[in-house]
Structures are given as C-alpha cells and as structure tokens.
C-alpha cells in the first residue's frame, strides 16, 4: 500500500516580498536617459548610428504591460481580431480552494533526473498563488508507477485520494501537476473526486491570458487555447449535455454538428494566424529601423520571475519599468533604452520568461515573439542563484534557446549574470565568466555594465579611436551625429581638438588605421598612430590625400602614396 507524504512546503524564495521596488539608479555621470519603452516608434525616433550626441527617443506608443500597442490601421481588421479575443474563461471565477497533488515517478524513463519533486510541488504552488482568489488548500507528492496510464493512478490510490478530496469541504477544485491531461482521463478523474480537476498546461495558460497586454500577446495566448478548444469539442460531442451540443445530425449545409465546429475552429485559427502575421511585419520593419540606425541591442532572458525586469531597471533607471513578483509577468518583448559606461546608448529587450515542461502549443505560440533574440547583439542570460534548482532552470533557459536556432555566436557569447546574490551569504559563482548582483540592492552592476561594454564592442565591430578634428570644420559635429562622443580635448593654438569616440564599423567605413573616403561629408580620416588615434583632414575628395596635401603639424606621421597613404 502506498503512503500519501504532504509535500515540503516552499522555502523563502517563494514567500520573499516583491522584489521589483527601489531598484537604484544608475551610478555614471551619463546623460539623462530616456525613462520610457521603446516601441512601435517611427523612422525617425532613433537618430544616429552609435547614439553619439543623440539619446534614443521613444516617443511611439509604449508597451509596459497594461498599455496597448499601436492600433491596427483598418477598422475591419481592429474588429476581427476583437472578435476572436472575445471567449469564455478558462478556469472558474472567483476564489478557489485547490488540491495540489504531484505524481511521483519512482523509477523508469518517466523518472525526472535533474530535479526533485518537492521543488516541482513548490513551483507548482507558485503558479497557483499567481492566480487572483485562488489558494492551495492541501498539497500532495503522490507515487505512481503508471504516470501515461489512463488515470495516471492505480485503482486503490484512486480510492483513497477520492475519500481524501471528498471529505475536505473546502476543497474546491484539483491541480493536477501533470503537463497535459487527455479528455477522458479529465472526465474520468472529475466524476472519481467530484470536484474540477485542472491540469499545468490550462493553469499556464490562464495566467498567460491574464498577464496578456499587448494586442499580439492576447492573439498569441488566444492561438495556443485551440487545441484546449478542440478537445472539449471531442468531449461535448462525445457527452452531450441536452442541449444540442452532442447532435451528430446533418445540418443544413450537409456537415454534421461536429464538422461545424471543427471548421469553425480551424477558420478561427486561420484568421488569428493572419492577425499575428500583420502584427509582426509591423514588428519586423521596426525591428529593421532599430537595426539600420545602428544602437546596440541587448536581449535579456531568464528563467520566469528571475529578475530580468528588476535587472533592466536597474541598469537603465527607468522608473516606468515595473517589475512584478510573479510567474510570467511579462509576456510581450518590450525595449528599454540605456547607456553604458563609455556613454554609448544601448537597447535592452525585455523578454517572456522560460519555465521547464511546457507545452509545446504554448512554445509554439511565443516563439515568434523572441525572433528579436535572434537580431540582437548580445544575449544576458539572468539566474536566480537564490533557487535550489538554479541549475535544472539554467538547463531549461539553454535548452530553448537553442531550440530558436540562434545564430552560434550569439549562442557561444551569451553572458550570464548571477542575480538575488544578496540572498546567499558568501555567494561565488563556480566559474569565473559569470557576472554576480544584486539587481534590487544595485551590487555589482559596475562591473556587469563594464562587462556589457567589452563583449558589446566585439560583437559589434565598434572601435575606440582618438581623432583630430579642425574646430572650425564640420566634423565635430559629424561625430556627434555617427559616433560616441567619450571627450574632447581642445588645442587652441592649432586649431584642432582630440577626440575620443567609440564608432561603429559602418561609421568609420573600414578596419582601424585604413583611411576612409567620407564622400557624403567632404573629409578623409587617418590614422596617425599604431594606437588607433586617427586624424579627420577637410580635404576635396576628388583630390589624392598624400601627406603634401595635409597640414604642417600632420606631414611627420604619415607617408604620402597618392590615394595610397600609408600610416606610421
């Protein structure tokens, strides 16, 4: 005979406050960053290419969760896709007191490897208190040796859970924390405990509708509940209930019942289909604008409830950023824009966070919202060393990304920041490329933003350079426009000024040292040391630029070979 054990209640990762209020300020004299998310904004919000003497703007319409985003331009279209938002809740309204139980594989394939079921219990729970009224009223690790059985358990477990459920009062529905139930195992199990038995895909996606903003995340969430749809299509045609639902007689237009609906649903499933698509060529060519102007971007992922949203706060100070203390409290990809230590304007993407055993409909659904990982210039990978299974979520977080199919070296230069390390006294990380903070309390950001500094310049071709710029030219302000300003170091008496900037491979138009014809700007660049420092000479470009041609305080540092210069 089997014995129930009541499961290890969740220890103070589950039960800490909300994690999202105080989060610092940046640090660095930089200037005032833009306390806003970027998002569906126009051509012309984002000016420069290495955000130079410009601040990324974001004055399109934002997308912090509660806010919509742009609207659809034809009327007709804003109608249907209102229209296949419009359906019945998932779960029941109200405060419910549920019955956790987690089945337990002892032993065989289905036996987890990396993970405990006290922690698959506790996270679990998690999901539940996630959900407005709702409550976990007893918590249970169940054994079973038959986990894809019909009922999941024997015959006598069935007995006893039953005695169990049905004489507690207060219990008021099951979660059943299993990935999927089929229809009839559902039935079955209800009509066995007398109570609604819920499973972790319909609870997933609840809070995912819930949690939905953003007209795109709501299609998306709305896409993944078909085949919930079509399964209790199944279940109505199969049981009818006396009213009508379960009619096998031909209709009108010759289908049955059944075949109505199934065409309904898959007609349904067409037009949300062809509503995100829209969605995401909007989301596409902006993706592309952000690209073309040449900003940094930084994707952030994570485990859910992490703290990627705290961490973004924190290195941007944008007070709208609001985390939230919560399973899935972001579900659409917003951009957040900040500056690092070399005063170069980045964009960091906030994304939907990662959780094991999900199903795969609800993969499918998202995933297209992280085509921007794919576009991005480096991925920060954010753990909550606070967890005991930090590992297995690592594993998790890994495993889905590269199940995008991301480009390799995006995939071999992801960095990975140890959040919470406040809540680990003594904290080292095991190996020595991991960045460890404190997101809420500010520990640490100084080295990660200087660590986001270099791995940004070598993803991004950027370079360090000093140039020698005439004052009374155009090319100072040229390089306010195309280039990161760092400083200025004015020489009054030759009419020049050194300055430092970090610049982009497109800006510069070639490798350090080489020489740059600026056909657009009237004006060559070259280098003048082996130290990267060039100088910016107002020149004809239809002119060779050999050294005779230069002025006298740039004729020792470089040797004239007509349109051939070559640098010293």
Same mark, same amino acid.
Request: glycine residues 8%; charged residues 25%.
């Given at each position: ?38 998002? !569906? ?96 009223? $007893? ?8 986990? $894809? ?168 100070? $944008?007070?709208?950023?609001? *985390? ?81 199919? %991301? ?26 490329? !991991? ?43 040229? %390089? ?31 490798? !350090? ?37 230069? *002025? !006298? ?16």
């Amino acid at each position: 005979m089997w014995a129930l054990r009541a499961a290890v209640r969740p220890g103070a990762w589950l039960s800490r406050v909300v994690r999202g209020r105080g989060a610092p300020r940046a640090a660095p004299p930089l200037p005032a960053c833009p306390h806003r998310a970027l998002t !569906a904004s126009g051509p012309g919000d984002l000016k420069g290419r290495g955000g130079g003497g410009r601040r990324p703007r974001a004055d399109g319409p934002r997308s912090r969760a509660g806010e919509e985003e742009e609207e659809p331009e034809d009327a007709e279209e804003e109608e249907e896709e209102e229209e296949l938002l419009r359906r019945d809740p998932l779960l029941p309204l109200g405060t419910q007191r549920v019955c956790l139980i987690h089945p337990e594989v002892k032993r065989g394939p289905g036996k987890p490897q990396l993970t405990r079921a006290e922690w698959q219990v506790a996270e679990a729970e998690a999901l539940v208190h996630t959900l407005d009224g709702w409550s976990v009223a $007893d918590r249970m690790v169940v054994p079973t040796k038959t986990p $894809d059985g019909k009922l999941i358990f024997g015959r006598g477990t069935l007995e006893h859970l039953a005695e169990k459920i049905r004489g507690s009062p207060e219990i008021t529905a099951v979660f059943l924390n299993v990935e999927r139930l089929a229809t009839p195992t559902k039935k079955d199990l209800e009509a066995t405990w007398g109570v609604q038995v819920f499973d972790r895909f319909t609870v997933v996606l609840h809070i995912f509708r819930c949690n939905a903003r953003t007209r795109e995340a709501r299609l998306q969430v709305a896409l993944a509940e078909l085949p919930l749809l079509r399964s209790h299509l199944k279940r109505s045609i199969a049981h009818p209930d006396g009213r009508g639902g379960g009619s096998r007689y031909i209709m009108g237009s010759g289908e049955s019942f059944m075949q109505v609906q199934q065409r309904l649903l898959k007609e349904k499933e067409i037009k949300i289909r062809k509503a995100l698509e829209r969605l995401r060529k909007k989301r596409r060519v902006l993706g592309k604008q952000r690209r073309r102007q040449d900003f940094p971007v930084i994707s952030v992922v994570g485990y859910t409830n992490c703290g990627k949203t705290t961490l973004i706060k924190a290195l941007t100070g $944008d007070d709208a950023v609001q *985390p939230r203390d919560q399973l899935f409290a972001t579900l659409d990809v917003t951009a957040h824009a900040g500056w690092l230590p070399s005063r170069m304007a980045v964009i960091y993407m906030d994304t939907i966070g990662f959780l094991s055993e999900l199903p795969h409909s609800l993969i499918e659904s998202f995933s297209a919202t992280l085509e921007d990982v794919a576009h991005s210039d480096l991925i920060v990978h954010v753990r909550d060393v606070s967890h005991p299974e930090t590992e297995l979520q690592k594993a998790s977080v890994l495993s889905t990304l590269h199940g995008l199919h %991301l480009p390799a070296p995006l995939l071999d230069s992801v960095l990975e920041v140890h959040n919470k390390v406040d809540l680990v006294p003594g904290y080292s990380p095991a190996g020595p490329q !991991a960045v460890t903070v404190s997101a809420l309390l500010g520990h640490g950001l100084p080295e990660l933003k200087a660590r986001l500094e270099d791995a940004i310049l070598r993803a991004t071709g950027r370079q360090v350079l000093t140039l020698r710029v005439r004052l009374a030219g155009t090319q100072l302000s040229w %390089l306010h426009r195309e280039a990161t300003v760092q400083e200025v170091d004015v020489i009054p008496e030759a009419g020049v000024a050194d300055v430092r900037v970090v610049i982009s491979s497109s800006a510069y138009g070639g490798p !350090a040292c080489g020489g740059r014809d600026g056909a657009s700007w009237g004006f060559r660049i070259w280098c003048v040391s082996q130290t990267h420092s060039c100088e910016a000479s107002l020149l004809p470009t239809e002119r060779p630029g050999h050294c005779d041609s230069l *002025p !006298a305080t740039q004729k020792p540092l470089c040797t004239g070979r007509g349109e051939n210069t070559v640098c010293h």
